[in-house]
């Protein structure tokens, strides 16, 4: 047993939260549901809601208080709303050198408390999380523009899971081995040799989260915690429009860390101005060792190209694609993929960009449909889901950033190809000053080139391509071809041909991309569970690594072996 786990504070938290670390370890084999976090709001209480609403409104305005940390003084920030409200939140400062001199300082304690108690105050720091939910919702909300019941959502619980999911394999990856074992070789008549060895997890090194404007939680948290439960100080550095919920995460961290007996400095906040380069200088400081990164493919390239001294985790732009051959559901086909591209205004990494349908149509229960009319069934489909504008604005959210809406702009312009579905302004009832777009339809041809340039790369937004291939074969290649240059989340087929769907499965595989195929319930291609679902597969170019599997965390330390003679 360490030091640290005799501590009264740490030796209460590793029994209370024993039989979670011990169920989330059995579920990453079982792959059933399974989640300790509940997903309703009203779970939390009755007044739940209004009391996060009232906590995040006190913050409005202030300065974001993180005691203990180093300053230099300064404060940054400079948030928006995509509702419209101002945030103006401020945050600390702090020069590189100060926060890497913090980190390395609290290091050693923490890599000397063992696998136990670090897990057990990681469950502890997401159980405090948890249960200011609807707060957190509050801030992924106004900081991403996704609409209340998504940020709830997937900002709270669901990013809690993945984080207890990173926790959970954490645990199993450092204590594969066991802490001590014997060894005797037997020598004929002489004595056995025999010796004591012991085989100790130690930690990688400082650890750098860059967190993302759209997901800040659900995709920060399991780098945060993957690294933290290993034994490695995180520098947690925000997205500049998406900070406070980072902010909030970093400040439970500190506060249980601190209760725990550790440094809280094991844990820290890097805000920054819009514009800044910290990212980039501390990526490629010598002290940092694990990098976790969510955004664009320049970046992420040029992190694993620069940031050398790191272990550097990427999930970078994709172009997903799904493959409509036939269906023996076509209206509830209709339903899950209109949901599906309107969800967050698709802003989202697993988003359906790319609608291959072959020119000859495609095999329906109600008899074959023509390419034309599955895309204008289609796009009545998602006129009818977002014909409400109050339902329409709980669906879409906000346009997160000017990036989004000029791609919108130029999609109802034409410049991509022909609009069958041109996207509309939707007012929200709530944030009549939010902006909010329906997604735009874009017909195009895979074998133009001009069609080709523009489907073949990412469109971020609430843009989708329905794009006429001249077969099913040729549909199952131009998927492939996609994943393996450009790189995809997700992949989705539709399909009742037994050698169409076995094509798709193989492209898939071989490609390394995750494959849904027919869904047409409540389940859609751009939503993964925790502890079930891979996100990501780290076998394209649009991810080097799976949120959540062994590998993701098993670089973040390493094992060194002590031996004796008994």
């Given at each position: 047993m360490?030091?640290?786990a005799?501590?009264p504070?740490?030796a209460?938290?590793?029994?209370?939260?024993?039989p979670?670390?011990?169920r989330?370890?059995?579920?990453t084999?079982?792959?059933?549901y399974?989640?300790?976090?509940?997903e309703f709001?009203k779970a939390?209480?009755e007044?739940?809601q209004?009391?996060?609403?009232?906590?995040?409104e006190?913050?409005?305005?202030?300065?974001?208080?993180?005691?203990g940390?180093?300053?230099?003084?300064?404060?940054?920030?400079g948030?928006s709303s995509?509702?419209?409200?101002?945030l103006g939140v401020?945050?600390p400062?702090?020069?590189?050198e100060a926060l890497?001199?913090?980190?390395?300082?609290?290091?050693?304690g923490w890599?000397?408390a063992?696998?136990?108690?670090?897990?057990?105050?990681?469950?502890?720091?997401?159980?405090?999380?948890?249960?200011?939910s609807?707060?957190?919702?509050?801030?992924v909300m106004?900081?991403?523009?996704?609409a209340?019941g998504?940020a709830?959502?997937?900002g709270?619980?669901h990013?809690?899971?993945?984080?207890?999911?990173?926790v959970a394999?954490?645990?199993i990856?450092?204590t594969r081995?066991?802490?001590?074992?014997?060894?005797?070789?037997?020598?004929?008549?002489?004595?056995?040799?025999t010796?004591v060895k012991e085989f100790?997890?130690?930690?990688?090194?400082?650890a750098?989260?860059?967190?993302?404007?759209?997901?800040?939680?659900?995709n920060?948290y399991?780098?945060?915690?993957?690294s933290?439960?290993?034994?490695?100080p995180?520098?947690?550095?925000?997205?500049?429009?998406?900070t406070l919920?980072?902010?909030?995460?970093v400040?439970?961290?500190?506060?249980?860390l601190?209760?725990?007996?550790?440094?809280?400095?094991?844990v820290?906040?890097?805000?920054?101005h819009?514009g800044?380069?910290?990212?980039a200088t501390?990526?490629v400081r010598?002290e940092v060792k694990?990098?976790?990164?969510t955004g664009s493919?320049?970046f992420?390239?040029?992190?694993?190209?620069n940031a050398e001294?790191?272990?550097?985790?990427?999930?970078?732009?994709?172009?997903?694609?799904?493959l409509?051959?036939?269906?023996?559901?076509?209206?509830?086909?209709?339903?899950?993929?209109?949901?599906?591209?309107s969800?967050?205004?698709?802003?989202?990494?697993?988003?359906?960009?790319?609608?291959?349908?072959?020119r000859?149509?495609?095999r329906t229960?109600?008899?074959?449909?023509?390419?034309d009319?599955v895309?204008?069934?289609?796009?009545?489909?998602?006129?009818?889901?977002?014909?409400?504008?109050a339902?329409?604005?709980?669906i879409l959210?906000?346009v997160?950033?000017p990036g989004?809406?000029?791609r919108?702009?130029r999609?109802a312009g034409g410049?991509?190809g022909?609009?069958?579905l041109?996207?509309?302004?939707?007012?929200?009832?709530?944030f009549?000053?939010?902006?909010?777009?329906?997604?735009a339809l874009?017909k195009?041809?895979?074998?133009?080139?001009?069609?080709?340039a523009a489907?073949?790369s990412e469109?971020?937004?609430p843009?989708?391509f329905v794009v006429?291939?001249?077969?099913?074969e040729?549909?199952v290649?131009?998927?492939?071809r996609?994943?393996?240059?450009?790189?995809?989340m997700?992949?989705a087929?539709y399909?009742v041909d037994d050698a169409?769907?076995?094509a798709?499965?193989?492209t898939c595989?071989?490609?390394?991309?995750?494959?849904s195929?027919?869904?047409?319930?409540?389940v859609?291609?751009?939503?993964?569970?925790?502890?079930?679902?891979?996100h990501?597969?780290?076998?394209?170019?649009?991810?080097n690594?799976?949120y959540?599997?062994?590998?993701?965390?098993?670089s973040?330390?390493r094992?060194?072996?002590?031996?004796?003679?008994?």
């Amino acid at each position: 047993m360490t030091a640290a786990a005799t501590h009264p504070v740490v030796a209460e938290l590793i029994e209370r939260h024993q039989p979670t670390l011990t169920r989330a370890v059995e579920a990453t084999t079982a792959r059933d549901y399974w989640s300790p976090y509940p997903e309703f709001p009203k779970a939390y209480g009755e007044t739940g809601q209004a009391d996060g609403q009232a906590a995040f409104e006190a913050l409005l305005g202030s300065v974001f208080a993180l005691a203990g940390q180093p300053t230099d003084g300064e404060l940054v920030g400079g948030e928006s709303s995509p509702y419209g409200i101002e945030l103006g939140v401020s945050y600390p400062h702090t020069e590189a050198e100060a926060l890497i001199g913090a980190l390395e300082l609290a290091r050693p304690g923490w890599a000397a408390a063992g696998p136990a108690a670090r897990a057990a105050v990681c469950v502890e720091i997401l159980a405090r999380i948890n249960a200011r939910s609807h707060e957190f919702a509050h801030a992924v909300m106004h900081t991403t523009g996704q609409a209340y019941g998504m940020a709830f959502q997937a900002g709270g619980p669901h990013a809690q899971d993945r984080g207890l999911e990173a926790v959970a394999y954490a645990f199993i990856e450092q204590t594969r081995l066991p802490q001590q074992a014997s060894w005797s070789k037997p020598q004929g008549k002489r004595d056995p040799l025999t010796m004591v060895k012991e085989f100790v997890p130690v930690p990688r090194g400082l650890a750098l989260l860059i967190g993302c404007n759209t997901f800040p939680t659900w995709n920060g948290y399991p780098g945060l915690f993957a690294s933290l439960a290993t034994g490695n100080p995180v520098l947690v550095k925000p997205h500049p429009r998406a900070t406070l919920p980072l902010a909030l995460t970093v400040q439970v961290a500190r506060e249980v860390l601190a209760e725990a007996g550790f440094d809280p400095n094991l844990v820290c906040l890097a805000a920054e101005h819009e514009g800044s380069t910290i990212a980039a200088t501390l990526a490629v400081r010598p002290e940092v060792k694990i990098i976790d990164y969510t955004g664009s493919t320049g970046f992420g390239d040029w992190l694993e190209a620069n940031a050398e001294q790191a272990q550097v985790y990427t999930e970078k732009a994709g172009v997903n694609s799904v493959l409509i051959e036939s269906t023996d559901n076509y209206r509830g086909m209709l339903a899950n993929l209109a949901f599906s591209l309107s969800l967050y205004s698709g802003q989202m990494c697993t988003t359906p960009q790319n609608l291959l349908i072959p020119r000859t149509g495609v095999r329906t229960e109600e008899g074959g449909k023509s390419y034309d009319e599955v895309v204008t069934d289609l796009a009545a489909a998602i006129e009818g889901l977002l014909a409400d504008d109050a339902r329409a604005a709980a669906i879409l959210g906000a346009v997160v950033n000017p990036g989004v809406l000029g791609r919108t702009v130029r999609a109802a312009g034409g410049e991509y190809g022909e609009l069958a579905l041109a996207p509309r302004v939707v007012t929200s009832p709530e944030f009549p000053a939010a902006t909010v777009r329906t997604p735009a339809l874009v017909k195009v041809d895979a074998d133009k080139p001009d069609d080709r340039a523009a489907f073949l790369s990412e469109c971020f937004g609430p843009v989708s391509f329905v794009v006429a291939v001249e077969s099913a074969e040729a549909a199952v290649e131009l998927l492939g071809r996609t994943v393996r240059e450009q790189g995809a989340m997700t992949a989705a087929g539709y399909t009742v041909d037994d050698a169409v769907e076995a094509a798709l499965v193989a492209t898939c595989l071989d490609a390394g991309v995750s494959l849904s195929l027919n869904l047409t319930g409540g389940v859609y291609a751009n939503q993964t569970a925790a502890f079930s679902d891979l996100h990501g597969t780290g076998a394209n170019p649009a991810a080097n690594a799976a949120y959540c599997d062994g590998a993701f965390v098993a670089s973040r330390f390493r094992t060194v072996e002590v031996r004796r003679h008994s």
